[in-house]
């Protein structure tokens, strides 16, 4: 499960995502097939700028993966897992 919260008024973010790593892409994969479907409704032209920015995004040397500018887990982003009912913090 993916959970994000951005606070305009502070600009701060909240994040959390639980599951497997199959479980969290298949979710971001949802995420991202229901915002382009809504800016289809909209504007198809936009929609196709959307699609060409995300493949941008995940291109290997794109931002989106670099490793150096991690955010601290205890500022605002953390990743949860769990498994056999315990909590696990993964912190990097």
């Known amino acids: 499960m993916i959970r994000f919260i ?6 701060e973010i909240q994040a959390t995502a639980s ?3 199959t479980e969290i892409a298949a979710e971001l994969g949802v995420l991202i097939n229901i915002s382009y479907n809504l800016m289809r ?4 032209e936009m929609a ?10 995940m291109h290997p040397d794109s931002p989106t993966w670099d490793k ?3 955010p601290d887990p ?11 009912n315990q909590k696990e913090d993964l912190r990097g």
């Open 48 to 57: 196709e700028f959307f699609k060409h920015r995300l493949i941008l995004t």
């Open 74 to 84: 205890s500022v605002g982003v953390k990743f949860v897992r769990f498994s056999n």
């Open 68 to 70: 150096d500018n991690v």
């Open 6 to 11: 951005y606070d305009e008024a502070g600009h």
């Open 41 to 44: 409704a909209r504007s198809p």
């Open 19 to 21: 599951g497997c790593a």
